[in-house]
């Protein structure tokens, strides 16, 4: 693996009510790298990413960070776009660069690109209601890009959407990811998703949310259609469903 | 500002035929012609049976009367609707700053929170003529009535409003290290919008309520210069037809804010709420 970006060492979650959540997690994501959290429903993926981008505290272990973070550094895609319906493409895109205290004259061209990133440039002036599902996930995916943050976690971004969108936006994903060279942590629990996507595969289990198995993706990119198509593609979703189907205890 | 939707791109939303013409013409008509035929009702009634205007005078002697008596009435009006909105206006600044203040600090909310209710249940009826007692300054009396019943529904829908803003986005704001100002002014304010202007549509026609009960609880001391108190001068001086002008005033000047505000909601929510976007199909 490259150099480090983070790493997690023993952590656990346990909420106010008892549930543990997460247990004995340890692994490293290197810079750059794309890696996929993989798991049934309720084994604690999202926990993971919140853990990751600072908005949970760990109840035990540590988050080693292994270069310096500010804000803007972690760009995060929600499972739903969660844009603000009030606020145009435009001015919800702009909203961490306006957190930031920067004026709106000054930003213009950052957010600009960051909607040509997501093929929505002519849509600035649009608001959210006007747009399609698919769009409106775009939209959430600038907004996370617009401050070029150096990770970016995402969870579940495509699942409400249908399949041709979804492999639209994973292409376009990937392509982007090649160019800008991001660190990409990706939630899903689609076995086919992951595969596509990722060059490593954690697969998780529930109760408590545990860390049961790592698969690495030797395929190298840029990967297209083709690749779905072939036998190493078959081979690679047998192998990470059997690691599930173990994971969840069949 | 319009889009223009790329009809080649696969992600559109569906476009549809304009909202139809048939449905503005029933919103227009349909409650015209419902009055009309009321009116019309109850003019032919009072005809038929000869009922005297003393007892009972038909819709054409009432807007007579009005004209008859505009000069009388009008700076009525203008007095009541003063104290409506003065009401209302303080009840925005309140209810507002309260709710705020409620969102802030969960101590204030959980000790201000049951006053609120207690002024919002104890019937204005009751309260007023012991406010007309207290305060000298008639003006001032009938203000804090009306906004005693104003006051309610403009705090709780603000502070419902304000409780709603999405999880996800607050999550976000937190991500961005936003302030706890960025927060409430980028956040939670207009995540409170729609409810507030519910409030206000229902705090605007509660307003005039109070300010009337008011002027009426006044006006049997004698004194007053608003609608309320022509009606009970009217009445006193068995002016059947002047009193129904006065009732008719009172009622426009209802439909009047009910409709002010609804305008200002659409006006303000159109391009992003449910509740007033027009539905293509
Ligand atoms: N704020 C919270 N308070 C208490 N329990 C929580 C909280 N958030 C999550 N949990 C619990 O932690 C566990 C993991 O939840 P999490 O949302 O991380 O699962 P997930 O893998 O993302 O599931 P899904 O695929 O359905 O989104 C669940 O059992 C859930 O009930
Ligand atoms: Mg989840």
Not at chain 1, 22 to 34: I, M, P, S, T, Y
Not at chain 1, 58 to 82: K, Y
Not at chain 2, 139 to 157: E, G, K, R
Not at chain 2, 208 to 236: C, D, M, N
Request: proline share 6%.
């Amino acid at each position: 693996m490259s150099e480090p970006l983070f790493e997690l060492r023993g952590v656990g979650k346990t909420f106010g009510s008892g549930t543990v959540a997460l247990e004995g997690l340890d692994f490293a994501v290197g810079r750059h790298a794309f890696v996929s959290l993989l798991g049934p429903s309720g084994c604690g993926k999202s926990t993971v990413l919140r853990l990751i981008a600072g908005l949970l505290r760990p109840s035990r272990g540590r988050l080693i960070w292994h270069r310096r973070i500010a804000r803007g550094d972690i760009g995060f895609v929600f499972q739903e776009p969660t844009l603000m319906p009030w606020a145009s493409v435009f001015d919800n895109v702009r909203l961490p660069l306006k957190l930031q205290g920067r004026p709106r004259r000054e930003v213009r061209e950052e957010v600009e690109r960051a909607l040509s990133m997501v093929g929505l440039e002519d849509f600035a002036g649009a608001y959210p209601r006007e747009l399609s599902g698919g769009m409106k996930m775009r939209v959430s995916i600038a907004r996370a890009l617009v401050t070029r943050p150096e990770l970016l976690l995402m969870d579940e971004p495509f699942a409400a959407l249908d399949e041709i969108t979804r492999f639209k936006l994973n292409n376009e994903l990937l392509n982007l990811w090649a160019r800008e060279s991001w660190t990409v942590v990706f939630v899903t629990h689609s076995v086919y998703e992951s595969v596509y996507l990722s060059e490593r595969i954690l697969v998780m289990a529930s109760r408590p949310g545990r860390i049961t198995g790592e698969i690495p993706i030797e395929v190298p990119y840029p990967r297209d259609e083709a690749f779905r198509l072939s036998s190493r593609y078959t081979a690679a979703c047998r192998r990470v469903s059997d690691e599930l189907r173990r994971a969840m205890g069949e | 500002m319009a889009v223009a939707f790329d009809s080649e791109n696969p992600d559109l939303p569906p476009a549809g035929p304009p909202a139809g013409r048939a449905e503005l013409l029933v919103r227009i008509f349909g409650p015209l012609l419902l009055l009309g035929s009321i009116v019309g009702g109850w003019e032919f009634l009072v005809r038929i049976n000869e009922i005297p205007p003393y007892i009972l005078p038909g819709p054409g002697l009432v807007v007579e009367s009005l004209l008859d008596n505009w000069h009388s009435l009008y700076p009525s009006l203008l007095v009541t609707l003063r104290i409506t909105f003065l009401a209302l206006a303080v009840a925005v600044v309140g209810g507002v700053g309260l709710a705020i203040l409620f969102s802030l600090s969960r101590w204030v909310e959980l000790s201000l929170f049951p006053l609120a209710v207690v002024l919002q249940v104890t019937p204005v009826v009751a309260i007023a003529p012991l406010i007309l007692i207290y305060v000298d300054n008639i003006t001032l009396a009938l203000l804090i009535c009306a906004w005693i019943v104003a006051f309610f529904p403009i705090l709780s829908n603000t502070s419902m409003g304000l409780a709603s803003a999405d999880h996800n986005l607050r999550d976000l704001f937190e991500l961005y290290g936003a302030s706890r100002w960025q927060q409430l002014l980028h956040l939670r304010l207009p995540s409170a919008l729609p409810y507030f202007l519910g409030g206000l549509r229902i705090a605007g026609g509660l307003a005039l309520i109070g300010a009337i009960v008011a002027e009426f609880a006044a006006g049997t001391g004698g004194t007053g210069s608003g609608l309320a108190f022509r009606i009970l001068e009217a009445g006193w001086r068995l002016e059947i037809p002047r009193m129904f002008a006065a009732l008719l005033l009172i009622s426009f000047a209802g439909i009047l804010i009910f409709l002010a505000f609804t305008a200002l909601q659409h006006l303000l929510l159109r391009r992003w709420h449910a509740s007033a976007a027009s539905r293509e199909r």
